[in-house]
T-cell receptor, first 111, second 114 residues
Framework: KNEVEQSPQNLTAQEGEFITINCSYSVGISALHWLQQHPGGGIVSLFMLSSGKKKHGRLIATINIQEKHSSLHITASHPRDSAVYICAVMNYGGSQGNLIFGKGTKLSVKP | SQTIHQWPATLVQPVGSPLSLECTVEGTSNPNLYWYRQAAGRGLQLLFYSVGIGQISSEVPQNLSASRPQDRQFILSSKKLLLSDSGFYLC?????????????FGPGTRLTVT
């Protein structure tokens, strides 16, 4: 079983829809990241969370430490939101400080 | 401000040929450096990390190696590429320290081994 699981793997939405991507993890963490990867491969950091909720524009990220679960929400989705969204965690107490990644959720928003 | 460079952006290499990918960081000193790989249909996986010059740790057995000849330079190499080495290679850095959680990513290199 992977240490970081994302769902769904693929998601198709109509423009304007509210979107939720889920991430569950099985290790103790120092922080959780939501990342966006465009077709060319480049990765953009959207959020880093260790508790609670963060909002940036139409994007909202929440985390429940007790349940080891995080969600990424996109309100009023737009075709330009089409990308792969990746959840990654930093293992608590890990001396390396590396991230453990989920496999990603491929989002396609149709006009 | 901090910047991370990676080159080349894309690379097509025959099986058995050598490989050298370079990553450099600007605007910070003594960063922790990471090489990740994303194989087709899989998530990003840690290959190597470095906490200082000449200090390299490997997470996954493979025919790749890494070196850190300077504080802000991280190189990924192979003497003979395999088909299974194809993938997207990502360099990343973070500030050293156990309470440093933010990680910064390079643009990546897409490697195709033919």
């Amino acid at each position: 079983k992977n240490e970081v699981e994302q769902s769904p793997q693929n998601l198709t939405a109509q423009e304007g829809e509210f979107i939720t991507i889920n991430c569950s993890y099985s290790v103790g963490i120092s922080a959780l990241h939501w990342l966006q990867q465009h077709p060319g491969g480049g990765i953009v950091s959207l959020f880093m969370l260790s508790s609670g909720k963060k909002k940036h524009g139409r994007l909202i990220a929440t985390i429940n430490i007790q349940e080891k679960h995080s969600s990424l929400h996109i309100t009023a989705s737009h075709p330009r939101d089409s990308a792969v969204y990746i959840c990654a965690v930093m293992n608590y107490g890990g001396s390396q400080g590396n991230l453990i990644f989920g496999k990603g959720t491929k989002l396609s928003v149709k006009p | 401000s901090q910047t991370i460079h990676q080159w080349p952006a894309t690379l097509v290499q025959p099986v058995g040929s050598p490989l050298s990918l370079e990553c450099t960081v600007e605007g910070t000193s003594n960063p922790n450096l990471y090489w990740y790989r994303q194989a087709a249909g899989r998530g990003l996986q840690l290959l190597f990390y470095s906490v200082g010059i000449g200090q390299i740790s490997s997470e996954v057995p493979q025919n790749l190696s890494a070196s850190r000849p300077q504080d802000r330079q991280f190189i990924l190499s192979s003497k003979k590429l395999l088909l299974s080495d194809s993938g997207f290679y990502l360099c990343a850095w973070r500030t050293s320290g156990i309470f440093s959680y933010e990680q910064y990513f390079g643009p990546g290199t897409r490697l195709t081994v033919t």
